[in-house]
């Protein structure tokens, strides 16, 4: 067998395949990228089929309200420039017992509530432009760039 990685999905109104022949010359970034790739599948994916079961419209909502975006064409975007200060404060917000009551009003049960804090904090993350993992289109951007430097 040779050296692969290899990701098939298949349900009722998804089908993913992603494979990646890893050879001698593979870099390991482009291992992350391929990896990477498949993350940010899996999460849209994994998010959408969480939102069939919970309430996460009311999530968006009260992220907006933590960090002071509005709704504008079905998303919600932060006006101006994003500072530090805005950061803190939302991040502040966000760990707050006020949120804590309004997360409970939500979901109910104690192992409801994981989910919907994970989501929480990464739609408030999202709307401050932070991202947790890397996005894959910036690593192939990046390879793409030491490969033209190079040659």
Known sequence: ???QIQFIAKTDDWKMVKKLT????TKPLEVARFLSSVHE??????????????D???LDELAAEITGAE???EEYKIKGRIT?????ESLKKLKSPKTGKKVNKIVSTKPGKQPVKA???RKVL???????????????????????QQA
């Open 84 to 88: 530090f200060d805005k950061i803190q």
């Open 56 to 58: 996460l419209n009311a």
């Open 41 to 54: 599948s899996l999460d849209k994916k994994m998010w959408k089929k969480l939102r069939q079961s919970m």
């Open 126 to 148: 999202g709307l401050l432009k932070m991202r947790i993992e890397p996005d894959p289109d910036k690593i192939k951007k990046h390879i793409k760039k030491k490969r033209l």
């Open 1 to 3: 067998m040779k050296n």
């Open 71 to 73: 709704k504008k064409d």
């Open 119 to 121: 989501y929480l904090t």
């Open 22 to 25: 890893v050879k001698e010359k």
